[in-house]
Structure formats: structure tokens, C-alpha cells
T-cell receptor, first 114, second 111 residues
């Protein structure tokens, strides 16, 4: 089955620690996205990548970093600079923009502070 | 960037038709409207997308009036499994970062 796999499902971060969230897709999509979702809120864009070796900041990129070395993979690092990292993180992919093609989402990683 | 406004929550009963409206007064010419469904602790799932008039698929219909300042997602004969949060997204067809995800409508279907 084609889809997006996010891991781990739950993650805990200590103060001053960087953590990396994994996102892998086998849909052959060029575009990939990272979102943050806080309780009762909509999705906010952290980073997006239109193609391999290229990525752009979204609305709330501060304290986060990404890489796109392979088409299938788009890992997100939550750095110690992100002072309020507790949230539900969602990765998505699509074959075009969000309005030209549907996005396919993973089942998320829930990050908490220890 | 066209922001969206949706009701926070709605209640319905099994077998009823449910209509969820999204307001997007500042929608631009290149903007499309997309609806997603999300269950707790899962990623959103695509339901339907449209630009104007009416779009129908096997699970829902999307009604968009001529001025495109709002859109209505229609779910026919809902069941308990349709209890979820429904998000309206308005986004530019050509740009990867020009879109707005609303805060969603929590639909509660009762038996």
C-alpha cells in the first residue's frame, strides 16, 4: 500500500535536546510538508519542499529545521530553540500544490516535554 | 491570503444530511476550496475539492455560490463513524505556501 509513514508515534524531549521526527512516503510525490497542530487549532505550516534538495520556510519555521536529500524522506528536527514544542506534528505529501492535488497525510507524531 | 471561518461544532443524528459552511470572504481568483476530515490522533483525509458551482463524489458534495465567498460541505445520511473534525482549506492553485487551514468544525453524530 502506498502512503506516508511517520515515526515515532510518541516522542518525549528533554530540555536543551534536539529531536528528529521521521517522515517517509512511497507515493512518488515531489512535494512534502510539515505541519504543527495544537489542541483545538487548525494546521500551521512549518516547512515545505517542492522537490528534492529544496525546501522553504512556512509560517512558523523558527526553532525547526528540515532536510530533503531523498524524494521519499523529509525529516523534521525540533531544536532546543523551539521553546514550546509540545504539539501534534503531521507530515504530508502531494504531487502538486495543496490546491491542485490532494495532500496525503501521515498519522502524526505527538511530541511532549519531559 | 483568504482566511476561513467555520462553526466550532455541530450536532446531528444518524441518517440525517449535514451541511457545514465555511466563510472565505477574501478568496482570490486562483484559490481553490478543499475539505478534509480528521479523526483523533490521525492525519486529515481528503474529502472533496472545488472551484465553483457544485462538485460531487461518492462521499460528499461541495456547493460554492457564484461569488465564492463561502462554501458548503454536504454529507448525506451521516453515521456514527462520520463523527470527526472537518477542515476547510482555501489555497492558491499555483503556490505551495499560499493556503489557509481553518480551525475546523467538530461534527458529533448521535444515535
Amino acid at each position: 500500500d502506498g502512503g506516508i509513514t511517520q515515526s515515532p508515534k510518541y516522542l518525549f524531549r528533554k530540555e536543551g535536546q534536539n529531536v528528529t521526527l521521521s517522515c517517509e512516503q512511497n507515493l512518488n510525490h515531489d512535494a512534502m510538508y510539515w505541519y504543527r497542530q495544537d489542541p483545538g487549532q487548525g494546521l500551521r505550516l512549518i516547512y515545505y519542499s517542492q522537490i528534492v534538495n529544496d525546501f522553504q520556510k512556512g509560517d512558523i519555521a523558527e526553532g525547526y529545521s528540515v532536510s530533503r536529500e531523498k524524494k521519499e524522506s523529509f525529516p523534521l528536527t525540533v531544536t532546543s530553540a523551539q521553546k514550546n514544542p509540545t504539539a501534534f506534528y503531521l507530515c504530508a505529501s502531494s504531487s502538486g500544490t495543496v490546491s491542485s492535488q490532494p495532500q496525503h497525510f501521515g498519522d502524526g507524531t505527538r511530541l511532549s516535554i519531559l | 491570503l483568504a482566511k476561513t471561518t467555520q462553526p466550532i461544532s455541530m450536532d446531528s443524528y444518524e441518517g440525517q444530511e449535514v451541511n457545514i459552511t465555511c466563510s472565505h470572504n477574501n478568496i482570490a481568483t486562483n484559490d481553490y476550496i478543499t475539505w478534509y476530515q480528521q479523526f483523533p490522533s490521525q492525519g486529515p483525509r481528503f474529502i472533496i475539492q472545488g472551484y465553483k458551482t457544485k462538485v460531487t463524489n461518492e462521499v460528499a458534495s461541495l456547493f460554492i455560490p457564484a461569488d465564492r465567498k463561502s462554501s458548503t460541505l454536504s454529507l448525506p445520511r451521516v453515521s456514527l463513524s462520520d463523527t470527526a473534525v472537518y477542515y476547510c482549506l482555501v489555497g492558491d492553485e499555483y503556490n505551495f505556501n499560499k493556503f489557509y487551514f481553518g480551525s475546523g468544525t467538530k461534527l458529533n453524530v448521535k444515535p
